[in-house]
């Protein structure tokens, strides 16, 4: 039987400081915790699933940095970099971030799948030949997927939320800000909710900047680089109506 705890999430940090302000001096507060759910809270599971439904979307934008890239003086990366540390080239900041996004998803994806034993360590899939959108994609889904049990019954649930640590609660909050923070600095205007790529299933589709309109209409573009995939308007539309079709037909 589990026992409820204070959760450890953002929720608490208040409860957290008065808690050890009454420890170190003996002062009393008022406040009372959120209680986990039995670990961390709804409220706090909820924030992770938004956040981690929001990731891909805010990576295609830093990915179209990385393919438009400009200088920009105020670049929000994972970690810190100096005045003197300014990328090499147009883009680099944003591919930086990127790799270091998906990586951390993919090894979280991997620590959930090994510890549920759905994965044998040593056999692990290969991810090889796999695009970046795909793959993005894949450990949203998988992570989703098993988000309940992150947030309950990881051996690193129980740590409070703070920059660094195992918690995937705390590595979700931190992938989406710094994503969050790098596509305030460099807006994409052209970037709105469109459907997964047909061929990479990458969140990467965007109205074209550079092919000339079709009827008034613009070409539907992939930008990713390794797919690239380009759909007419109409292609596009029709398209959307079969994956909402079988998305209906599967409810």
Same mark, same amino acid.
């Given at each position: 039987m589990h026992t409820a705890t204070p959760c450890p999430g953002s929720c608490n940090a208040a409860w957290r400081r008065a808690e050890t302000v009454r420890e170190e001096t003996g002062t009393e507060h008022t406040l009372t915790p959120a209680w986990g759910r039995p670990v961390q809270c709804n409220a706090c599971t909820e924030r992770a699933r938004l956040q981690l439904a929001e990731i891909p979307e805010l990576l295609a934008a830093v990915q179209l940095e990385a393919v438009y890239g400009t200088h920009s003086p105020s670049t929000a990366t994972i970690?810190?970099?100096?005045s003197s540390d300014s990328p090499a080239?147009?883009?680099q900041a944003a591919r930086l971030l990127v790799e270091v996004i998906v990586g951390g998803m993919e090894e979280l994806e991997t620590d959930v799948l090994v510890s549920r034993g759905i994965w044998i360590s040593d056999s692990e899939p290969t991810r090889?030949?796999?695009?970046?959108?795909?793959r993005i994609t894949d450990a949203a889904r998988i992570l989703g997927a098993h988000l309940d049990w992150m947030m309950q019954h990881h051996p690193a649930a129980s740590? %409070?939320?703070?920059?660094g640590n195992a918690n995937p609660a705390a590595q979700i909050r931190g992938w989406h800000g710094a994503a969050q923070r790098f596509t305030k600095a460099h807006p994409q205007h052209d970037v709105?909710?469109?459907a997964p790529c047909p061929r990479c299933k990458g969140p990467y589709l965007a109205e074209s900047r550079d092919l000339r309109l079709v009827g008034?209409? %613009?070409?539907?573009?992939?930008r990713d680089p390794d797919c690239q995939r380009i759909l007419t308007s109409d292609e596009y539309d029709t398209y /959307?109506? *079969?994956? *909402? *079709? *079988? /998305?209906?037909q599967v409810a």
């Open positions: 970690g810190s970099r100096g080239w147009p883009g090889e030949g796999i695009t970046e959108g795909r740590e %409070p939320h703070d920059h709105r909710k469109l008034d209409r %613009p070409y539907i573009e992939c /959307v109506k *079969a994956l *909402a *079709a *079988a /998305v209906t």
